[in-house]
């Protein structure tokens, strides 16, 4: 015999079951109050309901909101008494709008433990109430209301002298009565029962209840005036029907109870004329569930600004900018289809039907007209397209204003709305993105490339051959040309295509032989140098006195970022000089000028130490070389590895070589020898000056550097400027040259002795500069750059000696460190790389833009 499973083992599968059971009753309670709506919509006139809800009096609306008000002003009675009972006291104000809130979105979203609790737990949170002192509140709360809907069923039921009749059925005067005092004893068991259950006592109970009732009551008021010629009796049934609707929509959990509570009002109140009841309850819907849903929605909305401010505004600023880097391209792309769709609209025949619409409308010399300038718009928007994308702010207005009258041209010419809207819509996207438009410079400028020229003029061919395929042409005479007809398609065409044939040649050939020139540089004023360069610590920073570039300096002249503008490429000489925390904002003030100015920045030379800001910026990195450094420390002529240089400065002393080191400030004097042996070094080289990356025989240049000389005989032979660090971080030279006769071995013998005097003046290291393209990985996986670089280090001589050039400084055993190109990428790259070897090599220009800076450099 089985015995009965003990209760333990039934309660998973009650929890397993909850839920399924409870969406089932929705779901039956749903579908039982949509199959009476639509029982009650069979036998009802809906119109008839309309025009009733329509033509209630303005006095019954005013009461209904009155009612209503007081109704919702009675709930928040609940969160104060509620907040009393857990000693949580708050003032009204706080209370009223957890209450007001909380109720509001119950009432039309369902759900109200969710609902509810979220809207107290946002106002209470805030308040420094705890999640659990705001569950309490939202249990009591729900205490409350639940006494208020059986004591104002006890009540109806009570005081109801009719037989209660419910479709199918009759409930007498003593069965009313009997539940109606029912329900006062479990009312009157819960307060006496309330302490047990952590709820107020019976005092605090009765109160609770009677708040409950007054709520209820004015509630069912709210529609009760709804109900036009309505006798009083009507109220206790009608309340009567208002609760239980009331626990028929909670029970069914749809939102708001929608159609599941009027269909329930309806059904228990057969008093009322239903389609009366419908229309009020349809009014009632609006007054008491969606006006206080939007008041309560505000007032969310104005508690939550302080709080949104900042979370909103941040989002507000992302989004901004996501618009403002976004956008132009877009833009552009849309702008150029918009013209293709005018171009395109203007070579192919117009409908008929159109045609005949506007006929009376427009006359045929504005059709003419507008055709052929519909098609040089779309030629127009062609052009500009590229400028967009470059963000010009000229180009952003002429676009916007040849947005709106190819827009009024599409209409006039043969009513193609379509594309008037099209391009409307475009002009309104265009307004959005207005922001992102900033560069202010001449249209005429630089707008234009040879990508961006090929496209249109394909474009426009294209258009062109689809017109004359589309059109039927007539055997062809000079008068085609003046034919005006509404039928003229293929003369309109002609005339078209000749408008837009013309400018478009015109503006490319203007936009080919214009000259390319510059936007002005910004005044950033005076730039102590000098001040600058006591904070440097590595000696390449005395580029500076070159006088051949332009400067941003930092806070206090304590760090500074060396520059110049060659074509639209900014190019930074190494590292800024000075203070690494200011390096940063240096680097960005020059990106965003070089962007505003459509330029591109390349970062020549960095080093490690610069990396992390480059990918901040968006640039790509390659590597140029790596630079050999010396420390003086461990620099010495002892031991086999240092045999060849000790060869080379015996040998060189042997055949009378002196070395000396002549201060800047004696320089002037030795300045015509130091001339001839530049120049001698110049036609032996077969080359001329350089400038940027190196420094140039300049007298006013030279004689602020230390000179390192070699003599032979008394006569300079050889010499190099010195760089030096004013912390004596580090020693360096720059130009490096001697006559074409001098002794075996002088530039090792002037290297070796220039880092013992080094050594012995306490400089940390020495830097031999650059070897290019050395250390670059040309394995079979590496990028193509890098590839083309390893092959043209190891096998380039007949361009270059790099692998000659590493392998000489190799022998002072130096430090070997990784420099750094950062460039935009891609075609960017190249062309910077162009105009980085252009500028190395003008020394002329160089020395002109010398004179202009010396007073900034002294």
């Not at 939550?304 to 909103?312: D, G, M, S």
């Not at 000028?593 to 390659?622: C, E, F, S």
């Not at 380039?796 to 692998?803: D, M, N, S, V």
Request: hydrophobic share 55%; with cysteine.
């Amino acid at each position: 015999m089985n015995r009965p499973a003990p209760l333990s083992q039934l309660k998973p599968l009650v929890h397993r079951l909850a839920v399924p059971a409870q969406l089932a009753l929705a779901v039956l309670v749903l579908v039982l109050a949509g199959m009476s709506l639509r029982h009650m919509a069979m036998r009802l006139d809906l119109h008839a309901v309309l025009r009733d809800a329509r033509a209630l009096p303005v006095w019954r609306l005013a009461a209904a909101l009155g009612f209503t008000a007081a109704s919702y002003l009675l709930l928040t009675i609940y969160d104060v008494m509620a907040l009393r009972a857990i000693g949580k006291p708050l003032p009204w104000r706080a209370a009223a709008l957890a209450s007001f809130t909380s109720y509001t979105l119950s009432h039309n979203l369902g759900f109200g433990i969710i609902t509810g609790a979220a809207a107290r737990l946002r106002v209470y949170g805030a308040r420094g109430l705890s999640t659990g002192d705001v569950a309490r509140v939202t249990a009591i709360a729900g205490v409350t209301f639940w006494s208020g809907v059986l004591a104002s069923a006890a009540l109806a039921l009570l005081v109801h002298r009719q037989p209660l009749t419910v479709p199918g059925h009759v409930l007498s005067l003593a069965m009313q009565h009997a539940a109606g005092a029912g329900l006062l004893v479990l009312l009157v068991l819960a307060a006496l029962l309330g302490k047990r259950w952590h709820l107020p006592g019976p005092g605090g109970m009765a109160r609770m209840t009677a708040a409950a009732l007054a709520d209820i009551s004015a509630a069912c008021a709210a529609l009760f005036v709804l109900l036009p010629h309505a006798a009083p009796a009507l109220y206790a049934p009608l309340l009567l029907a208002y609760v239980l609707a009331i626990v028929v929509a909670l029970v069914s959990h749809v939102p708001g109870g929608l159609g599941v509570f009027e269909a329930t009002v309806v059904a228990l109140c057969p008093q009322a004329a239903p389609g009366m009841l419908l229309s009020a309850l349809l009014v009632y819907r609006i007054v008491y569930y969606l006006l206080p849903l939007c008041a309560a929605l505000v007032l969310l909305v104005h508690h939550e600004h302080a709080r949104w401010k900042r979370p909103a505004g941040l989002a507000l600023k992302a989004g901004e900018t996501m618009l403002t880097a976004l956008a132009p391209r877009a833009v552009a792309l849309l702008v150029f289809l918009g013209g293709g769709i005018l171009l395109l609209s203007g070579a192919t025949p117009a409908l008929p039907e159109r045609m005949a619409a506007i006929r009376g409308l427009v006359p045929l010399p504005f059709v003419e007209a507008s055709q052929i300038a519909a098609s040089l718009v779309g030629t127009l928007l062609l052009v500009l397209a590229p400028a967009l994308y470059r963000r010009l702010d000229a180009a952003f207005l002429l676009t916007r204003a040849l947005l709106v009258a190819g827009a009024a041209f599409s209409l006039a010419k043969g009513l193609d709305y379509e594309e008037a809207v099209t391009l409307l819509a475009v002009a309104g996207v265009l307004q959005l993105a207005r922001r992102g438009f900033w560069r202010r410079t001449a249209l005429t400028t630089d707008v234009m490339s040879a990508n961006w020229i090929l496209a249109m003029v394909a474009t426009i061919t294209l258009v062109i051959v689809i017109g004359y395929f589309t059109q039927t042409f007539p055997a062809y005479r000079g008068s085609l040309w003046w034919k005006f007809a509404w039928s003229g398609d293929a003369s309109r065409y002609m005339r078209a295509s000749f408008a837009v044939a013309v400018a478009t040649g015109a503006f490319v050939v203007l936009a080919l032989l214009r000259p390319s020139r510059h936007c002005g540089l910004p005044d950033e004023g005076p730039v102590d140098v000098d001040e600058a360069l006591t904070h440097a610590v590595r000696s390449e920073s005395m580029l500076a006195l070159t006088g051949d570039k332009l400067f941003l300096a930092g806070p206090g002249n304590r760090s500074l970022l060396m520059y110049q503008v060659r074509g639209h490429s900014w190019i930074v000489m190494g590292d800024p000089v000075g203070e690494p925390a200011d390096w940063p904002e240096l680097l960005w003030r020059l990106r965003e000028r070089a962007d505003a100015n459509q330029g591109r920045v390349l970062l020549y030379q960095v080093t490690p130490a610069v990396l992390p800001i480059a990918i901040d910026m968006g640039l790509q990195l390659m590597k140029y070389g790596e630079e050999a450094r010396v420390d003086l420390a461990r620099f010495s002529l002892d031991g086999p590895a240092a045999r060849p240089l000790r060869h080379a400065v015996r040998r060189a002393e042997r055949e009378g070589a002196e070395f000396s080191i002549v201060p800047a400030a004696r320089a002037g004097a030795i300045m015509g020898e130091l001339r001839l042996v530049s120049d001698d070094w110049l036609r032996a080289k077969g080359q001329r000056e350089k400038a940027f990356s190196v420094g140039r025989f300049d007298e006013a240049y030279i004689a602020r550097c230390d000179i390192a000389v070699v003599r032979k005989q008394g006569a300079i032979v050889a010499f190099a400027n010195l760089w030096k660090t004013a912390g004596r971080e580090e020693l360096s030279v720059d130009l490096m040259r001697h006559r074409a006769e001098v002794p075996y071995g002088c530039m090792d013998f002037l290297f070796t002795r220039l880092m013992l005097w080094g050594r012995q003046e306490g400089y940390a290291w020495f830097n031999l500069g650059l070897a290019p393209l050395s250390g670059i990985e040309a394995r079979r996986l590496a990028p193509t750059w890098a590839r083309a670089a390893g092959m043209l280090f190891r096998h380039g001589a007949a361009f270059y000696g790099f692998e000659g050039l590493r392998n000489y400084k190799e022998k002072f055993a130096p430090l070997w460190e990784p420099r750094f190109i950062a460039c935009h990428g891609g075609v960017a790259t190249g062309r910077a790389l162009l105009d980085l070897q252009a500028l190395i090599g003008d020394g002329r220009s160089a020395g002109r833009l010398r004179a202009g800076q010396r007073k900034t450099a002294s």
